[in-house]
């Protein structure tokens, strides 16, 4: 039974991910977060979204994409590599 039912998550996820505008529910499967999470985030503002007529929310995947990569941590190869290309940019300029 475990087995259905994460192959029926596996299908609902990718046809969210086909997706542009998503559901209040869609948007947890595709958030992987918690109903309560996700109410605290549209009560605070913290994310956009659409309520049509007062009635049920709904989110462009675009902008829970957003939500989900703000605060970006940036590795220590990558960090490393911007110091060493400035310091050769400041040598050869």
Known sequence: MQKQNTNSNHERLHIV????????REALLYMDVSQSFLY?????KAIEFTKPNGGKIYFRKSDL????????STSARVLQDKVLNHLKSKNNG
């Open 17 to 24: 991910t086909q997706k542009e505008i998503l559901s209040f």
């Open 40 to 44: 605290k985030l549209t009560s605070k």
């Open 65 to 72: 994409d957003k939500w989900m990569l703000q605060n970006e």
